[in-house]
């Protein structure tokens, strides 16, 4: 059974650091650092880890931000599963765990960014967790090399969970949740993650459009409040959205 606690000890950070280069292949300069895993510890931070016996098999970690008019808020900067645990709901469980400890302490709304191509997260993020989102960033962290980017530009979405919300609490529980009506929808193609390794450049035109449309609807007041799936394609959902 795995189990999820915080973390406190510099040789669980030390073990968060290179599960960094296992999950992900980043080079040495592109990983979080020891010191700010201590950092977040001691500032108002969540540091979580999952452990199967002694081994560390996933971490989580987040920073204190503030909003405008002096809104604490958490940023879950990086979540990252072994491959071996990964479709296991160990992911949702650290999500869940983060919820948690962050309603513990009054804490409104988590945010992180995540990758628009990728559609398996795209749909945990929006329909298991009950995230919006209504921000895009073009190439938010330059070229990277982790394999999983492929050379592409890190465009990202920015999740908004806002935790004590009833859509959250009805996704966290499994249950249906209100999403309003339907005004403009964006396709991307299930075969993307293939296409990023065989055709970089399709895969960067399709990357593009998809930008733009988020633009042009977030630029009109749009928020992505769901997400469906088939065989052939991931669909963002996009309506109105009243702000807690």
């Given at each position: 059974m795995v189990e999820i606690r915080k973390l406190g000890k510099h040789a669980e950070f030390a073990e968060a650091v290179r599960l960094?280069?296992?999950?992900?292949?980043?080079?040495?300069i592109e990983l979080l650092p020891l010191r700010l895993f201590v950092v977040a510890d001691k500032i108002g931070g969540q540091v979580l880890g999952a452990f199967d016996g002694a081994r560390m098999v996933a971490f989580c970690l987040a920073i204190p931000g503030l909003k405008p008019?002096?809104?604490?808020?958490?940023?879950?900067?990086?979540?990252?599963?072994?491959?071996?645990?990964?479709?296991?709901?160990l992911g949702r469980q650290m999500k869940l765990k983060q919820r948690d400890e962050a309603t513990v302490r009054g804490i409104e709304l988590i945010?992180?960014?995540?990758?628009?191509?990728?559609?398996?997260?795209?749909?945990?993020?929006?329909?298991r967790l009950g995230a919006i989102v209504r921000r895009f960033v073009h190439n938010q962290y330059g070229t990277t090399s982790s394999h999983l980017h492929t050379g592409l530009p890190t465009d990202r979405c920015t999740a908004e969970w806002w935790i004590q919300s009833p859509r959250v609490e009805a996704a966290c529980a499994g249950q249906p949740f209100e999403r309003g009506a339907i005004v403009e929808r964006i396709e991307i193609p299930a075969g993307i993650a293939d296409l990023r390794r065989s055709d970089p450049a399709k895969a960067r035109d399709i990357q593009a459009?998809?930008?733009?449309?988020?633009?042009?609807?977030?630029?009109?007041?749009?928020?992505?409040?769901?997400?469906?799936?088939?065989?052939?394609?991931?669909?963002?959902?996009?309506?109105q959205w009243e702000s807690n």
């Open positions: 960094q280069q296992e999950i992900w292949g980043f080079a040495d008019g002096g809104k604490y808020y958490l940023h879950s900067h990086m979540l990252g599963v072994l491959p071996a645990y990964r479709n296991s709901g945010e992180w960014t995540f990758d628009p191509l990728e559609l398996k997260n795209a749909y945990f993020n929006i329909e459009g998809v930008a733009m449309k988020f633009d042009n609807y977030f630029a009109d007041g749009l928020v992505v409040v769901g997400f469906e799936k088939n065989e052939a394609v991931g669909i963002y959902l996009l309506g």
